[in-house]
């Protein structure tokens, strides 16, 4: 499975952004999917989690509220929409998924990844 994520860019603190990752494989409607993001020295963090109906997400804590995970099977695609950007968002922001149709917030639980998109919020 190929993914890939778009949507990345420099915004100000308070701006919004909405990330797109695109699947090439059309079973990507049975897998769970996420979001995690890498700021500069860190590790990869989980963001958000989507299971594979798209009826159920969850979110790390200092997202909520601000960020919407969803999907659209028909068209291979998995959105995370970003409001409220503050500049402890900056990173680069990976899709993935897995063969499993639950969402996980692990990392080692992803079959595949995409190459990642960087979000830069500027104070």
């Known amino acids: 499975v190929q993914l890939q994520a778009s949507g990345g860019g420099l915004v100000q603190a308070g701006g919004s952004l909405t990330l797109s990752c695109t699947a090439s494989e059309r079973t990507f409607g049975s897998y769970g999917l996420g979001w995690f993001r890498q700021a500069p020295g860190k590790e990869r963090e989980f963001v958000a989690t989507?299971?594979?109906?798209?009826?159920?997400?969850y979110y790390v804590n200092s997202v909520k509220g601000r960020f919407t995970i969803a999907r659209d099977n028909a068209r291979n695609t998995v959105y995370l929409q970003m409001n409220n950007l503050k500049p402890e968002d900056t990173g680069v922001y990976y899709c993935?998924?897995?063969?499993?149709?639950?969402?996980?917030?692990?990392?080692?639980?992803?079959?595949?990844w995409g190459q990642g998109t960087l979000v830069t919020v500027s104070s």
């Open positions: 993935a998924a897995r063969s499993a149709g639950w969402g996980s917030f692990r990392t080692a639980d992803y079959d595949w």
């Open positions: 989507i299971i594979r109906s798209g009826s159920t997400s």
